[in-house]
C-alpha cells in the first residue's frame, strides 16, 4: 500500500511532549492545592485499593478483597509492580518507597515459573521501564534488563514467533499444552517494552527480536484489509483459523501497537504505518456499522464473512488510538470516527443498570427494538478495565470538551459504588445489570491500579 502523502501530514507543535508528566513531587495530598476534587477521589480510591492489598495480599499477585487474601498467576507481585508507576505519578511516596523495597529485597526473577510471556511483559516488564523512565532509578532498570533477558528463550521457535509461556528459571518456553499456536494480539503487543529496553540498555537483542515478529506479520498472506486473523502457529509462523476479524480478545492490541510504535520510532517505520493505516480501512469497510435506534457506531466482528454485531469492552481503546494518530498528524477522518467510538463506548456504561459496561455487548440492527445494546448473561461481568478511561483521557487532551471528564466522573463513582470493598480493595463483578447484588467476582486486577486509576487520575487534569 502506497501512503498519499496527505495521509502524513506535519505533527502538531506539542506532538513530542511526554503525554504522562511526572507528578511525583507536585500532588501530594498534604502539601499542594493543586489537586482538584476528582483528582483527590481517585487518589483516595488508589489508596483504598492499596491498604486491601498491602493488608492481605502484600507482595503476591493479585487481591482477593472479599475474602481478605490474595491469589497467585506468577508469583512475581503483579499488582505491586504494575501499580508502580501510578503510586509516583498520584504522589504516594510512602508507599512508592516500601513498594521500591520489596522490588529491591523480595523480587526474585530467578524463580522456576512459567510465566506468560505477553501478560509478564505488559505487567511487569512494562511496569519497571515506565518507573525507570518516570524516576530515573537505576534498579527498576537492573530487574528490567534481567526480565528481559529470562523472557528471551519464548523466542526459540522454527519460526522466531514466539511460544506464549516461558519458563524464567530454566529458560525453556513452550506453546499452551493444547495448541502450538499463539494469540496475535500477544505476539504483537510486546514491542514497546523490549523496543524501549533495547533503547534503554543500548542492546539490540530485544528489539531485534520483536521487530523480526513485525516483520513477518507484514508480509504474511490471511489479512483481509488490513485486517489480521487471531491466531499465529510458531512452527510454520503462519496465520491460522483464517476468516475470523475482529479488535477485540486476541488482535485487539495489534492495532494499537503498530500505531505506539510508529511513534515510538519517530514516525519514521513506513511498515508499520502502511499496516495501521490499511487496517483502519479495513476496519471502516468491514466492521463498522449503526446500531438502531440510536445510530450508535460500533466495531463489530467478521466471521468467514457473516457479519456479527458483538464488541467487546477491549476494543474501546480504538477511539483513543484513533485521537493519538491524528495528534501525530493522520487524517482529521479519524477523529470523526473516535469521536462516535467513544460516544458508544460511554453508552456501554450509561445504558446499563449499574452504568457499568459488562465485557462483551451485542448491539440491535432491528430498528423496531428500544435498546441499542444487548447483553448476554455469560457476557455481563465487569473486570475494572482501563479501556474506555483511557480512550476518555485521549480524547479529553486532544479536544479539550469537557463532557469527556465529565462521562469518566460518572464512570469512576460507578466503580465506586458497586465495586468498592469496605474493607480494602476494589473488586470485579459478575453482573452490571443487577444494581441490587452485582455479584461480586473476589478479585481485583492488577490493571485496577496499574492503569484505570492512573487514566483517571490523568483525565482529569
Not at 519517530?266 to 449503526?290: H, M, P, S, W
Request: charged content about 25%; proline content about 4%; glycine content about 6%.
Amino acid at each position: 500500500m502506497e501512503i498519499a502523502p496527505e495521509l502524513v501530514t506535519a505533527a502538531p507543535p506539542d506532538s513530542k511532549k511526554e503525554e504522562k508528566p511526572v507528578l511525583h513531587e507536585k500532588v501530594n495530598t498534604k502539601e499542594t492545592a493543586t489537586v482538584n476534587k476528582q483528582q483527590m477521589a481517585v487518589i483516595e480510591a488508589f489508596q483504598h485499593a492499596w491498604k486491601g492489598y498491602k493488608q492481605y495480599a502484600w507482595g503476591h499477585d493479585e487481591l482477593k478483597p472479599i475474602s481478605k487474601t490474595y491469589s497467585e498467576w506468577f508469583g512475581l507481585g503483579l499488582t505491586l509492580i504494575d501499580a508502580l508507576d501510578t503510586m509516583w505519578i498520584l504522589g504516594q511516596k510512602q508507599e512508592f518507597e516500601e513498594a521500591k523495597k520489596w522490588v529491591i529485597d523480595e523480587l526474585n526473577l530467578g524463580k522456576s515459573v512459567d510465566v506468560n510471556l505477553f501478560e509478564t511483559t505488559i505487567r511487569i516488564l512494562g511496569g519497571l521501564l515506565s518507573v525507570y523512565n518516570l524516576t530515573g532509578d537505576q534498579v527498576f532498570l537492573d530487574k528490567a534488563s534481567e526480565l528481559g533477558d529470562r523472557l528471551m528463550p519464548a523466542f526459540n521457535t522454527p519460526s522466531k514467533i514466539p511460544y506464549s509461556d516461558v519458563n524464567i528459571g530454566l529458560g525453556t518456553a513452550h506453546p499452551p499444552r493444547w495448541t502450538s499456536d499463539s494469540t496475535v494480539a500477544e505476539v504483537t503487543s510486546i514491542q514497546l517494552e523490549f523496543r524501549e529496553l533495547s533503547r534503554l540498555t543500548k542492546k539490540d537483542k530485544y528489539q531485534a527480536a520483536v521487530d523480526d515478529v513485525m516483520k513477518q506479520i507484514h508480509r504474511l498472506e490471511g489479512k483481509k484489509d488490513g485486517l489480521v486473523p487471531m491466531f499465529i502457529n510458531t512452527n510454520s509462523g503462519k496465520f491460522s483459523h483464517l476468516g475470523v476479524y475482529t479488535l477485540g480478545a486476541r488482535a485487539d492490541s495489534y492495532y494499537e501497537y503498530l500505531l505506539k510504535q510508529w511513534i515510538q520510532g519517530g514516525r519514521k517505520e513506513a511498515d508499520l504505518l502502511e499496516d495501521y493505516l490499511q487496517a483502519i480501512e479495513g476496519v471502516t469497510k468491514n466492521l463498522i456499522r449503526k446500531s438502531e435506534p440510536n445510530k450508535l457506531t460500533f466495531v463489530g466482528e467478521l466471521s468467514h464473512n457473516q457479519f456479527s454485531p458483538k464488541m467487546d469492552h477491549l476494543v474501546c481503546f480504538l477511539p483513543g488510538t484513533l485521537a493519538l494518530g491524528v495528534h501525530h498528524g493522520l487524517s482529521a477522518n479519524h477523529m470523526k470516527l473516535a469521536k462516535e467510538l467513544i460516544e458508544t463506548c460511554y453508552q456501554m456504561y450509561a445504558q446499563i443498570e449499574t452504568g457499568l459496561s459488562p465485557e462483551i455487548v451485542y448491539f440491535n440492527l432491528n430498528p423496531h427494538n428500544a435498546k441499542d445494546v444487548e447483553v448476554k448473561p455469560a457476557d455481563r461481568h465487569n473486570l475494572l478495565r482501563p479501556e474506555t478511561v483511557e480512550s476518555l483521557f485521549y480524547m479529553y487532551r486532544f479536544t479539550r470538551d469537557k463532557k469527556y471528564q465529565e462521562w469518566g466522573w460518572e464512570i469512576f463513582q460507578n466503580f465506586n459504588k458497586y465495586t468498592r470493598v469496605d474493607t480494602g480493595g476494589y473488586t470485579s463483578i459478575n453482573n452490571v445489570q443487577s444494581s441490587e447484588n452485582p455479584e461480586p467476582r473476589d478479585k481485583m486486577e492488577s490493571f485496577f491500579l496499574g492503569e484505570t486509576l492512573k487514566y483517571f487520575f490523568l483525565l482529569f487534569f
